[in-house]
C-alpha cells in the first residue's frame, strides 16, 4: 500500500516539471576511500566546459569536455581523459578533437594517434551525462536510446533506459538511469526532479568491485 501511494505520488509530481535548466556548478561526491569533483561552467556564449576530477588512495581520474548546445542537442568539440592507477602502473591518456565542418576526429590513446569520420552526435561520459537529461525531459518516459560514445580511440554504442525512480529508499521524485549491457556488470544514475536535474547518486560496476557515488555537496560554480 505504502509503495502503491509512494509510487503514484513520484508519477504525479513528475509530470508536472517537463524542462532541464543547464546551469553551472560544482557538485562533491564521495564513496568509499574516493572522492569527486564535478563543475560545469560556461566559457563565452557558446561554449560549456565540463570537468570530473576523482581522488583515490589506487587511482587518479580527471575528464574534461568542451561542447555546444544547439535545440537541446550537445555537440562536443573536444574531450579529454586521463587515468593514473596503482602508483602509474596503470595510465590512460585520451584526447578527443572533433571538427564538424569535415566530421573528422582527431585522437590519441596513449602513444596511439589516428583520425576517423563520424555523422551523429558523440559523447564521452561528461556531455553524455547532460545528454541524457536534455533526453529525459523532451521524450514520454520510460525512454530507451542509443547513443554514440567516445573511448580508447574508437567509436562505441552505448544503451540507456531512463524512467521514473519508483524506489522507496529515496524522499524526493527522482529519474533513474540504466545502461543496458551485453555483459553481467551495472551502471546506473539517478536524478533529482529539481529545475537542473541535479545528479545525485551513481552506481558503477567495475567487475570485481562496485562503487556508489553520493552527493555531498551541490552549488553554483564560482566566477
Known sequence: MVKSLFSSFLLV??????SFNISEYENFYSTD?????????KLDEKYWLMESKAKHSLFNFSQRSIFFIENRQIYVTEIEKNLRAFGGLRKENQTFKLNYENKEVEFTFNKKTGKFSFNEPVYGNLSLQLQLKFDLTSDSLPLS??????????????????DFN?????????????EIRDDDKEYYLWFKED????T????????????????VESMPSEE
Do not use: C, Q
Open 33 to 41: 576511500g574516493a572522492e569527486v569533483i564535478e563543475t560545469l561552467k
Open 13 to 18: 509530481f513528475s509530470l508536472t516539471i517537463n
Open 145 to 162: 536510446k542509443e547513443y554514440l560514445f567516445l573511448d580508447k580511440g574508437k567509436i562505441k554504442t552505448k544503451k540507456f533506459l531512463s
Open 195 to 198: 529545475d537542473f536535474l541535479t
Open 200 to 215: 545525485f547518486k551513481i552506481f558503477n560496476d567495475f567487475g570485481p568491485r562496485t562503487a556508489t557515488w553520493r552527493l
Open 166 to 178: 519508483n524506489e522507496e529508499d529515496e524522499s524526493f521524485p527522482s529519474y533513474k538511469i540504466s
